[in-house]
């Protein structure tokens, strides 16, 4: 049996916190000619294939692929740009400002000039821009740096996609790594070093897995860097006798039969001794309100309180019985103790 401690793949900050802002995603309200229009900024997982085009804003740069449909959709004249969505900078010197008197006054107000630009543009936030206007629906990929991002979602008229009206509770879920169940006996006998596997996982080592509040499964990755936060990669609804059947726990005591006459029994109190405990395995807690909740989606970021990176607890409810290091044991997730808390 081979114990390694994990490594989790590193978030910035900065695009956590644009990824909450975003959601499940944020839609502007334009108005082209006599058509009202939508332009919707949705999440992306990963950064779409191929160079793509970039353009200079006001916001500062990005990256749009399938550009020309997306762009024609937002002026009353067309972006010129060919097949391949590629366009040499000189090329159209004298038709892009043409094309931004044209545009949406308001998009012209969000996003100030745009023109193609020979610039080098490999790291930011994968995203898609959706626009609807007339009955007609365009989507393109594209690729926001940080500081374009924050200037675009900073500007006024975003509204999100799903009501968040309601109650602002605030919510603290712990977030399951996994489930066990353990006899006193087995608790009373765990050391410091020992190694716990649980018996039920919901992460790999790799830190990617599933967790489940409410109705939602929501698939993802943890990451650690700065500050551990679960991202979400994917979601479903799920009926809630799914749910009950993968959190209830199994509490069959071998060898314990209804037909046992326990109120006579003296020994029962070892037949107790040795039933089981549900067990589950946390890492800290999920924080975030209602109205959040009802906006999750593909890209978004779940913060986490009360934890620290590659550190875990075996807690019975919200009992903390055991601290320890997250470990990968052959390719399982496990918790390597490092302090126990059986006497409080």
């Not at 509490?251 to 037949?271: C, K």
Request: hydrophobic share 35%; aromatic share 6%; proline share 8%.
């Amino acid at each position: 049996m081979t114990a390694k401690l994990l490594k989790l793949r590193p978030l910035p900050q900065a695009q956590a916190e644009i990824r909450r802002r975003i959601g499940q995603g944020l839609v502007l309200d334009f108005q082209l000619a006599d058509c009202q229009g939508t332009l919707t900024l949705y999440q992306a997982n990963e950064k779409a294939a191929g160079n793509g085009v970039t353009f200079a804003t006001d916001l500062g740069p990005l990256r749009l692929h399938q550009a020309s449909p997306l762009l024609s959709l937002l002026a009353t004249c067309p972006a010129l740009l060919d097949d391949n969505d590629t366009l040499e900078p000189d090329e159209g010197h004298w038709y892009w400002p043409f094309y931004n008197q044209c545009l949406s006054p308001r998009l012209h107000q969000l996003f100030g000039q745009i023109v193609p630009r020979r610039l080098e543009l490999d790291d930011g936030l994968p995203c898609v821009f959706e626009a609807q206007l007339d009955g007609q629906t365009v989507r393109s990929d594209a690729l926001l740096p940080l500081d374009t991002a924050r200037r675009l979602l900073a500007q006024p008229g975003w509204r999100p996609l799903t009501n968040t009206t309601g109650p602002g509770w605030r919510l603290s879920p712990p977030l399951l790594l996994g489930r066990t169940a353990l006899t006193m006996g087995q608790l009373r006998s765990l050391r410091a070093g020992d190694i716990v596997l649980p018996q039920q996982t919901y992460f790999q080592p790799d830190g990617t897995g599933h967790l489940v509040l409410g109705r939602l499964r929501l698939h993802g990755q943890l990451d650690n860097h700065p500050n551990p936060h679960f991202v979400i990669t994917d979601l479903e609804e799920i009926p809630m006798n799914a749910y009950a059947s993968e959190f209830t726990p199994d509490l069959t005591v071998p060898g314990l039969s209804p037909e046992m006459g326990l109120e006579d029994d003296h020994d029962s109190g070892a037949t107790f001794d040795d039933l089981p405990l549900s067990l589950t395995l946390n890492c800290g807690r999920l924080s975030l309100t209602l109205g959040e909740l009802r906006t999750l989606g593909a890209g978004s970021v779940l913060t986490l309180t009360q934890g620290t990176p590659g550190l875990a607890m075996l807690c019975h409810d919200d009992r903390p019985l055991a601290h320890g290091e997250l470990v990968d044991v052959d390719g399982h997730i496990g918790l390597q103790i490092t302090r126990l808390e059986l006497g409080r």
